[in-house]
Each structure stands twice: as C-alpha cells, then as structure tokens.
T-cell receptor, first 110, second 116 residues
Framework: TQLLEQSPQFLSIQEGENLTVYCNSSSVFSSLQWYRQEPGEGPVLLVTVVTGGEVKKLKRLTFQFGDARKDSSLHITAAQPGDTGLYLCAGAGGNTPLVFGKGTRLSVIA | NAGVTQTPKFRILKIGQSMTLQCAQDMNHNYMYWYRQDPGMGLKLIYYSVGAGITDKGEVPNGYNVSRSTTEDFPLRLELAAPSQTSVYFC???????????????FGPGTRLTVL
C-alpha cells in the first residue's frame, strides 16, 4: 500500500509569514496533486506535478516535486487569511486510484 | 454546470438503519469515486467506477455497496449503519486521459453522516 505522510499536521502562523508543508512517501508516484479544502466544502485541485524536480508557481504558492518523485513540498510566501484551509497531497501510480495524505491544517491569523 | 452534487447534506441514522447517499455529475465524466473523511484524517477511498456498469473496491469498502447504471449517477448504499460509519462522505468525478486516473478530481460538497 502506498502511503503519503504530510507534515506538519497543524500550522498556525501570522499574516505575512512564509511557510512550507511537506508530503513524503517511500513509493514513487507518476504524478502528485495538491488540493485545498475549506470548511464544509470538498477539496479543490491547486496543481499537478508530473516530472521529477518540477517546480510550479501559483501566485504566492510554489510547488515542487522531488527528483525521485517520492516527495513534494508546498511553499507559501507572505501568507494571508484567505490561505487558511486543509492542504492535501495525493499521489497517482499509473492506473491505480489516487492515494491521499492526511493533510496539513493551516490557520493564518490576521 | 452544477458539477458534482450530493444529497443529503446532513443525516442522522440509528444503528442498523439503511440509507443511500446520492451523487450526480453533469460533466460527462467516466470516472467516479466515493471517499470518507474522518476527523484529522485524509480521504479514504470506499469504491470507484471507471464507467457505467463497472465498479471496484477501494481501501475501505466493508459495509458499503455501490452501483453505476448511468454515467451521471453513482449512489452509495449503507445497509446496516454502524457508529464506525460516522463520517463526512465525498463523491468525486474525473475524466482521465490515457485510461489513468491521474487527472483532476472534482468533488461534491459532502454529506455529513452521524450514526447513533
């Protein structure tokens, strides 16, 4: 069974700070996705990374896929209260369904 | 487009009761999924379907059943509700390229189920 470990589990920071959350596995994934989930709603896809070493930017969010395609990170610059939510990583291995991590719950305080 | 819709939004069941959670999508997606999300946990796959008439078990299928008679609908059935099934249930759909389930999953708003 492929497992994805996310860290930290919880993160509370002040507005304007930078942060990085991690998604790690001992398995190789063909692609990795990051979702954000707000209270009372379903997850929404932020980005998909496919190539080892790939870096994608989405405004203040920077996503990186590890060279060996076993891990990923999400870096947020100058966090804002609107960034508050549960960040989930999900790995895909060919034709098998996505495997989700437990998530990092981020709270950005104004 | 409505995307993925789920009904009901909330439900309280007594132990042993049965119910069906409804899920519909209007994006003509072939793949559909049911997940449960427990507090402090990620999403666990219950069942999924790659097309009408085809279903397969996920990580936690015990106590649940599904059917996929049309592309649009993917209901989840609980036959004998147990307290361990208290959770938030999410339905999702995707339209993969190349036969692989690696593309964007679109989630519904969820059904919050409590079994007492």
């Amino acid at each position: 069974t492929q497992l994805l470990e996310q860290s930290p589990q919880f993160l509370s920071i002040q507005e304007g700070e930078n942060l990085t959350v991690y998604c790690n596995s001992s398995s190789v994934f063909s692609s990795l996705q990051w979702y954000r989930q707000e209270p009372g709603e379903g997850p929404v896809l932020l980005v998909t990374v496919v190539t080892g070493g790939e870096v994608k930017k989405l405004k203040r969010l920077t996503f990186q896929f590890g060279d060996a395609r076993k891990d990923s990170s999400l870096h947020i610059t100058a966090a804002q209260p609107g960034d508050t939510g549960l960040y989930l990583c999900a790995g895909a291995g060919g034709n098998t369904p996505l495997v989700f991590g437990k998530g990092t719950r981020l709270s950005v305080i104004a | 487009n409505a995307g993925v819709t789920q009904t009901p939004k909330f439900r309280i069941l007594k132990i042993g009761q049965s119910m069906t959670l409804q899920c519909a999508q209007d994006m003509n997606h072939n793949y559909m999924y049911w997940y449960r999300q427990d507090p402090g946990m990620g999403l666990k796959l219950i069942y999924y379907s790659v097309g009408a008439g085809i279903t397969d078990k996920g990580e936690v299928p015990n106590g649940y059943n599904v059917s996929r008679s049309t592309t649009e609908d993917f209901p989840l059935r609980l036959e004998l509700a147990a307290p361990s099934q208290t959770s938030v249930y999410f339905c999702a759909s995707s339209q993969p390229r190349g036969g692989a389930s690696t593309d964007t999953q679109y989630f519904g708003p969820g059904t919050r189920l409590t079994v007492l």
